[in-house]
């Protein structure tokens, strides 16, 4: 098991840019961002492989979010450029921690973080 600590949400007019981290208590396999807005399911936006840097987009956020880690920290940020208020949600970060495909849904992952919100006004 692995315990995931979200940070770096908040509030931003459309246009601006956010950057979350989220550092894990020990080394993973791979690590994945994902958001829920109000009434909506959880929606998985990035991922990237610890080892290689290896990164998928959802075509939502391709060309303006950019995932990334620092395999000597543990972990995983995300910067977003050119939010929009469709970008508002609670934003999570997940983990798996060895084997098997890591993906963009839910079930690709066992741990996850407590999430952090991220309001974008128009």
């Known amino acids: 098991q692995v315990q995931l600590a979200e940070s770096g949400g908040g509030s931003v007019q459309a246009g601006g840019s956010l950057r979350l981290s989220c550092a894990a208590s020990?080394?993973?396999?791979?690590m994945a961002w994902f958001r829920q807005a109000p009434g909506k399911q959880r929606e998985g936006i990035a991922r990237?492989?610890?080892?290689?840097?290896?990164?998928l987009y959802a075509d939502s956020v391709k060309g303006r979010f950019t995932v990334s880690r620092d395999k000597t920290k543990n972990t995983m940020y995300l910067q977003m450029d050119s939010l929009t208020p469709e970008d508002t949600a609670m934003y999570y970060c997940?983990?798996?921690?060895?084997?098997?495909?890591?993906?963009?849904?839910?079930?690709?992952?066992?741990?996850w973080g407590q999430g952090t919100q991220v309001t974008v006004s128009s």
């Open positions: 020990r080394y993973t396999l791979c």
């Open positions: 990237i492989y610890t080892g290689s840097g290896s990164s």
């Open positions: 997940a983990a798996r921690l060895r084997g098997g495909y890591c993906g963009m849904t839910t079930v690709d992952y066992s741990d």
